[in-house]
């Protein structure tokens, strides 16, 4: 076998952001490109001469050819094992408890998550780190550094590996096993989980549908939901993963999965309603008639979680990014236990998860998981509110309805603005940061401010720093606006307005979201003069 060692030259901007490296597919296609980036990973983690790698990605256009351009670097660099996905398939979830379970020394997970795929669309690849948990900042840094001075890259020249067959075979000096996607993700499910209680719901006649967006969770899913706990065949929808994801945003949200909401929300509606992203990390919750907000859910299983076996014993505390609204911290009070506010993304909640001090975190964008990963999970909070649900035996609105009695009700939206030039949304942000200062006490479409500043992060755990998190203003009354821009888009900069308003515990809960977010609504465009500034105020996506 002969071993290329290629000159190159640094590619501009492989900088990751929120949750990887993502760009448009063809930028990836790039020759070198991909080669660039992996030889830069392994370079910022000291290489890996010897290592164990887990290897999958979400199956979208452009996942299989990077994942045999990958297995040959790894060879390459001398890794002793690749663990790698059935079809070069891996949920980002399942991809986090492989490392785990096999005491991998790091993985590479291959998506662009939430963004559509193909060769016009997005690609994506992140790094993993030996607790299964995304490369914490310090680490992202390494990595773009070394993307900035790489001068060579190692590569095997190997055929293409046969991915399709589970077992064991060699690429030089390199083991590849390749293993069933499924199996341990779901052997880990049955142990958190009580599946007895959710097969007797299933089999009482409680239905659901699971719309799986043509991407990975679909193999999942159908092993777990229709396999595992015996809810009817057609239970799970798209549930096989395409390379364009049936040229659709494979986004969980009341937008993109409007087929799921149009059929929660009509008359034949079943008892559940849910769907997942992309690389399977996301969810959405939805019950008859009712939708059910990210952070919401967050709060909701953070209250219920002691229902299910894995959680009997209690949570250490919860954390939730920024953005996400308070409920959760509602109930953490309650149980008397931490609450964490962390940066938008899951990296930061790693140290958190792995000192103990957090058993369940949350993110607005439809993200939730626990200690049993170091990723959010799609499933498992689908399953977790299966748990409840056969539990409690009320329905999802039933249970919402409770909790917003008991806590009030942190009505919740965000905006979307896409495609915003990048020099109005620096503008936008730079000019409001520099007037926050200022805003305490001031007046704006009849609400007060009071308070404002930049979100910076003390990681409780390492010390480290994360600055320039987001912008928030807080109005008297309990209602509050966070501006924030994307890191996961490809084109422009995507701007994103959080508005949150708190019912109190004695206010209505029973009002429409965005008339009980209005009066922050339009201080929030107000203050940040968006309409001057971007040229509009009505946004592209509202969840
Ligand atoms: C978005 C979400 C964030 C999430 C990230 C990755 O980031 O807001 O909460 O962690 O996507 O999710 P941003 O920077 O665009 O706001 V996933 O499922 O797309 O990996
Ligand atoms: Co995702």
């Known amino acids: 076998m002969t071993i290329l060692t290629q000159t190159c030259t640094p590619f501009e901007g492989q900088k990751p952001g929120t949750s990887g490296l993502r760009k448009k597919t063809r930028v990836y296609m790039q020759p070198g490109y991909v080669e660039c980036f992996v030889q830069s990973i392994f370079n910022a983690i000291g290489g890996v001469a010897g290592k164990t790698?887990?290897?999958?990605?979400?199956?979208?256009?452009?996942?299989?050819?990077?994942?045999?351009?990958?297995?040959?670097m790894a060879s390459a660099n001398g890794a002793?094992?690749?663990?790698?996905?059935?079809?070069?398939?891996?949920?980002?979830?399942?991809?986090?408890?492989?490392?785990?379970?096999?005491?991998?020394?790091?993985?590479?997970?291959?998506?662009?998550?939430?963004?559509?795929?193909?060769?016009?669309?997005?690609?994506?690849?992140?790094?993993?780190?030996?607790?299964?948990?995304?490369?914490?900042?310090?680490?992202?840094?390494?990595?773009?550094?070394?993307t900035t001075t790489i001068t060579e890259y190692r590569i095997a020249e190997a055929a293409d590996i046969d991915l399709g067959r589970i077992g064991e075979t060699t690429l030089d000096d390199m083991r590849i096993r390749v293993v069933d996607p499924v199996e341990s993700y779901q052997a880990l499910m049955q142990r958190l989980f009580d599946f007895e209680a959710i097969r007797s719901l299933f089999a009482g006649g409680f239905t659901m549908?699971?719309?799986?967006?043509?991407?990975?969770?679909?193999?999942?899913?159908?092993?777990?939901?229709?396999?595992?706990?015996?809810?009817?065949?057609?239970?799970?929808?798209?549930?096989?993963?395409?390379?364009?994801?049936?040229?659709?945003?494979?986004?969980?949200?009341?937008?993109?999965?409007?087929?799921?909401?149009?059929?929660?929300?009509?008359?034949?509606?079943?008892?559940?309603?849910?769907?997942?992203?992309?690389?399977?990390?996301?969810?959405?919750?939805?019950?008859?008639?009712?939708?059910?907000?990210?952070?919401?859910?967050?709060?909701?299983?953070?209250?219920?979680?002691?229902?299910?076996?894995?959680?009997?014993?209690g949570l250490a505390g919860i954390a939730r990014s920024m953005p996400t609204s308070a409920a959760a911290d509602r109930v953490a009070a309650k149980l008397g236990i931490a609450a964490y506010e962390t940066p938008t993304g899951w990296k930061f909640f790693g140290n958190l998860l792995e000192a103990g001090k957090v058993t369940i975190c949350g993110e607005e964008s439809a993200g939730t998981g626990s200690d049993h990963v170091r990723e959010k999970d799609g499933l498992w909070a689908v399953l977790l509110w299966l748990n409840i649900l056969a539990a409690r035996k009320q329905s999802v609105a039933e249970i919402v309805t409770r909790h917003w009695q008991e806590f009030g009700r942190d009505y919740y939206s965000r905006y979307d603005y896409e495609d915003v030039a990048t020099d109005q949304a620096t503008r936008l942000m730079d000019g409001l940061r520099d007037r926050l200062d200022g805003l305490a006490a001031r007046r704006f479409a009849g609400l007060t401010v009071a308070g404002a500043d930049e979100f910076s992060y003390l990681d409780p755990v390492d010390g480290s720093l994360s600055e320039g998190q987001g912008l928030r203003i807080a109005f008297e009354g309990g209602g509050r606006a966070v501006f924030r821009l994307s890191g996961t888009g490809t084109q422009g900069a995507t701007l994103r307005?959080?508005?949150?308003?708190?019912?109190?515990?004695?206010?209505?809960?029973?009002?429409?979201?965005?008339?009980?977010?209005?009066?922050?609504?339009?201080?929030?465009?107000?203050?940040?003069?968006?309409?001057?500034?971007?040229?509009?105020t009505e946004p592209d996506v509202v969840t």
């Open 80 to 146: 002793a094992l690749a663990i790698v996905g059935q079809g070069g398939l891996l949920s980002t979830p399942a991809a986090s408890n492989l490392i785990r379970q096999r005491g991998a020394d790091g993985g590479l997970i291959l998506s662009a998550s939430h963004n559509p795929g193909g060769i016009d669309q997005d690609f994506g690849v992140k790094f993993n780190a030996a607790n299964g948990g995304p490369a914490p900042e310090k680490l992202t840094a390494r990595m773009y550094e070394a």
């Open 497 to 536: 307005l959080y508005l949150e308003q708190y019912s109190g515990t004695d206010g209505r809960t029973d009002l429409d979201p965005q008339e009980a977010l209005a009066p922050v609504r339009e201080a929030a465009q107000e203050i940040s003069d968006m309409g001057a500034i971007i040229g509009r």
């Open 53 to 72: 790698l887990v290897i999958g990605g979400d199956g979208r256009y452009f996942n299989a050819e990077a994942i045999q351009t990958i297995l040959r």
């Open 209 to 313: 549908c699971f719309d799986a967006m043509h991407a990975v969770t679909g193999p999942y899913a159908t092993a777990i939901l229709e396999g595992a706990l015996g809810a009817p065949t057609g239970t799970v929808v798209n549930g096989t993963p395409l390379e364009d994801f049936g040229k659709g945003h494979p986004d969980p949200n009341p937008i993109w999965a409007k087929p799921l909401m149009d059929l929660m929300m009509g008359a034949d509606a079943p008892d559940l309603g849910a769907a997942s992203d992309g690389d399977g990390d996301r969810n959405m919750i939805v019950g008859r008639g009712a939708y059910v907000t990210p952070s919401d859910s967050l709060a909701i299983l953070a209250a219920n979680a002691h229902l299910a076996p894995a959680y009997a014993g």
